[in-house]
């Protein structure tokens, strides 16, 4: 009988009578209708009704099953078996290929496992379930599908296709004429470049996960895209316009085996963990600057003294308020002064700048032992800069583009401002782009009101997917950094590298994902990345006293390279989960970056900080209007004669999106 579609193949199943004939029955008729008399023939003519190609010799098919050869093996394990189950051992024969000697074999081996004495039905369905059917799953396909599952598994064999046809349906899209699908050769291959050719306009879909997809009327409405609102350095000559990674491109990261590359288990940590941290902190710090500035020895912070003495310690609050000049506290390192506390009087010190968790060397008097008067602050010392190595490759000059999330505007989840950023990248071709999160701000209004229809992570593959496959023609090599702003993370600092397991093999050489925060080398030259709004934490933390104009945002970006921490800020802001232990091992700069990259709600910056490169492009939306992204050129440059060292980053911009 011939089948009329897939409905009535589903329904169909293949009915063995004991002589061993085939039957097909279908839904809604009364009697099985044989196939053929032929149990071969029968197997070959519901194969060829399925679908399956022409006939071909079905091994596990055993032509002649004995019901006295299967009794005259059983004897000789001393077995006795009733016809019905005799009958019942034929059709195991036949169904799944065995002959007498090897089904007896498998059904004494199976008895003498499971302790069963006499041989029931019960026996023998247990045996086909726990046995046969186990075996079966595990025995390699060859060619197509398995020749059991055609008749065992019929209907997982029709979904199996109807799968592979549904696959095949939604590469096309519906039309009124008839469907072409494009033909492959060994010539012409179908490759994953020319199946994801589409523009990113068609990858990312917002009307799939938000009801209100409506695009920003203020976002659009802006006239001032393109604009470069702050620049660094020389632009002359310079051409923003990368070679889309068509050159020797390095990137690596930091710290070898001690980077972050995969989550560990958070908020485990105890307080003597946290402390242990902290001192290392200290005694490390206090350390360095012992050598630098040749201090003899540092003083206990609760030893009277009649003469100056020099002390090691923490800033900290006497409270749980902000601080300020009249709560500052210095805690003492556990080597010398075994974490004891002496407040600060601060009214003889002419400048200083200090923040909580501040490791400082203070010198004053402390006649009590009760209050220890400053009159003297060292400066921090930052660490050096990193030396190329052969290893890192040599490069004329190379282009880098930043920018940060939100990549959509507050009142609009269509990531308007995502696409234009994509449509910048294949304009300019970039060597290297840094983006940082959020991808999917947990800030945003449609996810703090739960408008959203999709699971974040879905939400945020799609925006991975869009970037990566959207900015293929240019070549550029991509950066991504986490954020615990990101929603569908845990927010916890620091942050390890996103998982995305679907990338190509093309991709894998030109898309790295790195950690939060993280010291990452472009040929050579190396930049710290981190996406947390350090600036604006510190900023509402730090009090200063400067007899001359100073710049706030110089002073913060300062004591983060000389504090040699991406977060020196203890306690944390309130918003910050940080784990300490992972904080001391990945959260440290191990020398100081030639660029040091932190976005942050403040307004955008370029400032040179101890000869370190620090760029805030700011975020590419800033509420309901369009942000800023920037753009670094990057070139080797030799330092002269009596000439001290010359930063490679020769340029930046920070442009409007």
Same mark, same amino acid.
């Not at 097909?24 to 071969?40: F, L």
């Not at 394990?77 to 005799?86: P, Q, R, S």
């Not at 900290?316 to 805690?331: A, F, R």
């Given at each position: 009988?011939?089948?009329?579609?897939p409905?009535?193949?589903?329904?169909?199943?293949?009915?063995?009578?004991?002589?061993?004939?085939?039957?097909?029955?279908?839904?809604?008729?009364?009697?099985?209708?044989?196939?053929?008399?032929?149990?071969?023939?029968?197997? +070959?003519?519901? *194969?060829?009704?399925?679908?399956?190609?022409?006939?071909?010799? %079905? =091994?596990?098919?055993?032509? #002649?099953? /004995? @019901?006295?050869?299967l009794?005259?093996?059983?004897?000789?394990?001393?077995?006795?078996?009733?016809?019905a189950?005799?009958?019942?051992?034929?059709?195991?024969?036949?169904?799944?290929?065995?002959?007498?000697?090897?089904?007896?074999?498998?059904?004494?081996a199976?008895?003498?496992?499971?302790?069963?004495?006499?041989?029931?039905?019960?026996?023998?369905?247990?045996?086909?379930?726990?046995?046969?059917?186990?075996?079966?799953?595990?025995?390699?396909?060859?060619?197509?599908?398995?020749?059991?599952?055609?008749?065992?598994?019929?209907?997982?064999?029709i979904?199996?296709?109807?799968e592979?046809?549904?696959?095949l349906n939604s590469?096309?899209?519906?039309?009124?004429?008839?469907?072409?699908?494009?033909i492959?050769?060994?010539?012409?291959? +179908?490759?994953? *470049?020319?199946?994801?050719?589409?523009?990113?306009?068609?990858? %990312? =879909?917002?009307?799939?996960? #938000?009801? /209100? @997809?409506?695009?920003?009327?203020?976002?659009?409405?802006?006239?001032?895209?393109?604009?470069?609102?702050?620049?660094?350095?020389?632009?002359?000559?310079?051409?923003?316009?990368?070679?889309?990674?068509?050159?020797?491109?390095?990137?690596?990261?930091?710290?070898?085996?001690?980077?972050?590359?995969?989550?560990?288990?958070?908020?485990?940590?105890?307080?003597?963990?946290?402390r242990?941290?902290?001192?290392?902190?200290?005694?490390?710090?206090?350390?360095?600057?012992?050598?630098?500035?040749?201090i003899?020895?540092?003083?206990?912070?609760?030893?009277?003294?009649?003469?100056?003495?020099?002390?090691?310690g923490?800033?900290?609050?006497?409270?749980?308020?902000?601080?300020?000049?009249?709560?500052?506290?210095?805690?003492?390192?556990r080597?010398?002064s075994?974490?004891?506390?002496?407040?600060?009087?601060?009214?003889?010190?002419?400048?200083?700048s200090?923040?909580?968790?501040?490791?400082?060397?203070?010198?004053?008097?402390?006649?009590?032992?009760?209050?220890?008067?400053?009159?003297?602050l060292?400066?921090?010392?930052?660490?050096?800069?990193y030396?190329?190595?052969?290893?890192?490759?040599?490069?004329?000059?190379?282009?880098?583009?930043?920018?940060?999330?939100?990549?959509?505007?507050?009142?609009?989840?269509?990531y308007?401002?995502?696409?234009?950023?994509?449509?910048?990248?294949?304009?300019?071709?970039?060597?290297?782009?840094?983006?940082?999160?959020?991808?999917?701000?947990?800030?945003?209004?449609?996810?703090?009101?739960c408008?959203?229809?999709?699971?974040?992570?879905?939400?945020?593959?799609?925006?991975?997917?869009?970037?990566i496959?959207?900015?293929?023609?240019s070549?550029?090599?991509?950066?991504?950094?986490?954020?615990?702003?990101?929603?569908?993370?845990?927010?916890?600092?620091?942050?390890?590298?996103?998982?995305?397991?679907?990338?190509?093999?093309?991709?894998?050489?030109?898309?790295?994902?790195?950690?939060?925060?993280?010291?990452?080398?472009?040929?050579?030259?190396?930049?710290?990345?981190?996406?947390?709004?350090l600036?604006?934490?510190?900023?509402?933390?730090e009090?200063?006293?400067?007899?001359g104009?100073?710049?706030?945002?110089?002073r913060?970006?300062?004591?983060?390279?000389?504090?040699?921490?991406?977060?020196?800020?203890?306690?944390?802001?309130?918003?910050?989960?940080?784990?300490?232990?992972?904080?001391?091992?990945?959260?440290?700069?191990?020398?100081?970056?030639?660029?040091?990259?932190?976005?942050s709600?403040l307004?955008?910056?370029?400032?040179?900080?101890?000869?370190?490169?620090?760029?805030?492009?700011?975020?590419?939306t800033?509420?309901?209007?369009?942000?800023t992204?920037?753009?670094?050129?990057?070139r080797?440059?030799?330092?002269?004669?009596?000439?001290?060292?010359?930063?490679?980053?020769?340029?930046?911009?920070?442009?409007?999106?």
């Amino acid at each position: 009988m011939r089948f009329r579609g897939p409905s009535d193949r589903l329904r169909a199943w293949a009915v063995w009578s004991s002589s061993g004939s085939v039957s097909v029955r279908v839904k809604g008729s009364e009697e099985p209708r044989p196939a053929h008399q032929s149990p071969r023939r029968g197997f +070959l003519e519901l *194969r060829s009704e399925l679908g399956e190609p022409g006939p071909r010799p %079905l =091994s596990w098919v055993t032509m #002649s099953v /004995s @019901a006295q050869r299967l009794v005259e093996e059983l004897q000789i394990f001393d077995v006795e078996c009733e016809a019905a189950l005799t009958e019942k051992l034929v059709e195991l024969c036949i169904l799944y290929g065995q002959n007498e000697e090897g089904m007896v074999a498998e059904l004494i081996a199976f008895c003498t496992r499971t302790g069963k004495v006499c041989l029931t039905s019960e026996t023998l369905n247990s045996f086909e379930h726990e046995c046969l059917s186990k075996k079966l799953s595990r025995a390699p396909r060859d060619g197509g599908h398995a020749g059991t599952r055609d008749i065992v598994s019929i209907q997982e064999l029709i979904q199996v296709e109807e799968e592979e046809e549904s696959l095949l349906n939604s590469y096309t899209t519906p039309s009124k004429g008839s469907q072409k699908r494009a033909i492959t050769t060994p010539e012409t291959p +179908l490759t994953k *470049r020319t199946v994801s050719s589409r523009s990113p306009h068609q990858l %990312l =879909s917002p009307s799939s996960f #938000s009801p /209100s @997809a409506t695009p920003s009327q203020k976002y659009n409405s802006r006239n001032n895209r393109g604009e470069v609102v702050t620049s660094f350095g020389s632009a002359e000559g310079v051409s923003w316009s990368g070679r889309g990674g068509a050159g020797n491109i390095s990137l690596k990261v930091l710290g070898g085996p001690e980077s972050l590359t995969g989550s560990y288990k958070s908020m485990f940590q105890k307080l003597p963990d946290i402390r242990d941290v902290l001192t290392c902190k200290i005694e490390e710090l206090g350390s360095e600057l012992k050598e630098h500035y040749k201090i003899e020895a540092f003083t206990p912070v609760l030893l009277p003294a009649q003469e100056p003495i020099t002390l090691l310690g923490q800033i900290g609050c006497d409270t749980n308020g902000k601080l300020n000049s009249k709560s500052v506290i210095l805690e003492g390192d556990r080597e010398h002064s075994s974490g004891a506390q002496i407040p600060v009087d601060l009214s003889e010190l002419k400048e200083y700048s200090l923040f909580p968790g501040q490791v400082v060397v203070m010198e004053g008097m402390n006649t009590t032992g009760r209050k220890f008067i400053a009159t003297k602050l060292y400066e921090g010392v930052p660490l050096p800069f990193y030396q190329p190595t052969k290893e890192d490759g040599d490069f004329e000059q190379n282009m880098v583009l930043v920018a940060c999330g939100p990549y959509t505007t507050s009142d609009s989840i269509t990531y308007d401002p995502l696409l234009d950023l994509i449509a910048i990248i294949n304009r300019d071709q970039p060597d290297v782009c840094i983006l940082f999160g959020p991808f999917l701000d947990a800030k945003h209004e449609q996810v703090e009101n739960c408008l959203l229809t999709s699971p974040f992570e879905d939400i945020f593959k799609q925006c991975l997917r869009t970037i990566i496959e959207g900015t293929r023609s240019s070549g550029s090599h991509l950066v991504f950094v986490p954020s615990v702003r990101d929603v569908h993370r845990e927010p916890v600092y620091p942050q390890p590298p996103f998982s995305y397991s679907d990338l190509s093999r093309d991709d894998r050489k030109r898309v790295q994902f790195v950690s939060e925060p993280c010291s990452l080398s472009i040929n050579g030259v190396i930049f710290g990345l981190t996406s947390t709004d350090l600036l604006f934490h510190m900023g509402a933390e730090e009090i200063s006293s400067a007899s001359g104009t100073s710049d706030r945002l110089s002073r913060i970006l300062k004591h983060i390279l000389t504090q040699r921490s991406y977060y020196p800020l203890y306690p944390p802001q309130e918003d910050m989960a940080i784990d300490y232990e992972s904080f001391y091992t990945y959260a440290q700069l191990s020398v100081t970056p030639d660029v040091f990259i932190i976005p942050s709600e403040l307004k955008y910056f370029v400032k040179d900080v101890l000869g370190c490169v620090c760029v805030n492009p700011g975020r590419l939306t800033k509420g309901q209007v369009g942000g800023t992204f920037g753009r670094l050129f990057l070139r080797r440059q030799q330092a002269a004669g009596g000439e001290g060292r010359r930063s490679p980053c020769t340029a930046v911009q920070v442009v409007r999106i």
